[in-house]
């Protein structure tokens, strides 16, 4: 039987791609990336439509390396969607070779996205994947010229689809066909086609040379502020987030909690002595404090805590600071 590893987003198209080709009685074995920008949560939901599991792939040190410089560059945010695919088309290229499989497939569309699904850029994914002689878009087959696996004929390229552009009503006719009924957004669940993540990943990574698992779980909560020393301020905005914040505190920063009032946890690192004044104020100011009254913060370090004291003032003094 022939073996076909889908990369499996969960979406419309992933789903009618491993659809196209179950009916064509080919094992297909989904794939679903894993880093901390997307998860598998949602392509486990989908895979359920067609009566397949997807098997969630962890590259999330692969994905940061690749993240830092990307050879093809960014999109309109953070996402380098170029080098993405080619990194994920090669993972899959080497579980398909251990596991004896036959080819790699995607629900790509040609001309469906402005950078990464245009012809040019789909060849290139393919190319810098190390698998191109491998690679097949269902969705779009009959647009591209055929690939080894149609004329081996282990793929019948007549049962493949020649769908382009940017509308998506065809896929819709084929899921109400095919009875899909429930599936993400294009293009949702990626946070680096997030804008507000996106600066803040853009604003760290112009001041560190390696992006670490842990910095960017720390991206994705609070509201960030950058200090006029080169500190780094993130500050809870409700209970769940100061919980999450201050488990995710590494050697060396500083933590701020107010004492007698509720109100945010708040991580400082790079902790330039000279922001701490500032840090106090802001911890403050973002609590349930009254104006121009002065309070307590504890600063806990590696060294162990210290109080300080503090005036609220108004936020806008701080919106100059704040990384959005
Ligand atoms: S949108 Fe995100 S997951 Fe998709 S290819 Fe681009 S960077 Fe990768």
Not at 155 to 174: A, F, I, N, T, Y
Not at 269 to 279: F, I, K, T, V
């Amino acid at each position: 039987m022939t073996i076909a590893y889908g990369i499996f987003s969960g979406g419309l198209d992933s789903l009618l791609a491993a659809r196209i080709l179950v009916d064509q009685d080919i094992e297909v074995r989904l794939l679903t990336f894993v880093t901390p920008f997307f998860s598998a949560k949602r392509a486990k939901i989908s895979s359920q439509q067609i009566g397949l599991t997807t098997r969630p792939v962890e590259i999330t040190q692969s994905h940061l390396n690749m993240l830092e410089n990307p050879k093809h560059g960014y999109g309109r945010f953070m996402n380098p969607c170029i080098d993405c695919h080619a990194l994920m088309f090669n993972h899959a290229g080497r579980i398909m070779e251990e596991e004896e499989g036959d080819f790699l497939f995607s629900g790509e569309v040609l001309g469906q996205r402005p950078k990464s699904q245009i012809a040019w850029a789909m060849k290139l994914v393919a190319r810098e994947s190390g698998y191109a002689d491998y690679i097949l878009r269902p969705l779009s087959s009959l647009k591209l010229p055929p690939t080894k696996m149609e004329l081996a004929g282990l793929v019948d390229r007549d049962r493949l689809l020649g769908l382009s552009g940017r509308s998506r009503k065809p896929q819709m006719e084929l899921a109400a066909k095919f009875k899909i009924k429930d599936y993400p957004s294009p293009a949702g669940g990626c946070l680096l086609t997030d804008p507000i993540f996106s600066n803040r990943l853009k604003e760290f990574m112009s001041r560190t040379k390696q992006l670490s698992h842990q910095d960017v779980k720390i991206l994705k909560w609070g509201r960030h502020f950058r200090l006029p020393g080169g500190s780094k301020l993130v500050v809870g905005r409700n209970e769940k987030e100061n919980e999450i914040i201050s488990k995710l505190s590494k050697p060396g920063d500083f933590i701020l909690e107010t004492v007698n009032i509720p109100g945010p946890t708040v991580i400082m690192s790079g902790s330039d002595p000279s922001d701490l004044e500032l840090a106090a104020s802001i911890t403050v100011s973002y609590g349930d404090s009254e104006p121009d009254q002065l309070y307590k913060v504890i600063l806990t370090s590696d060294d162990g805590k210290k109080c300080l004291e503090a005036v609220r003032q108004a936020k806008e003094v701080f919106a100059h600071l704040m990384i959005i």
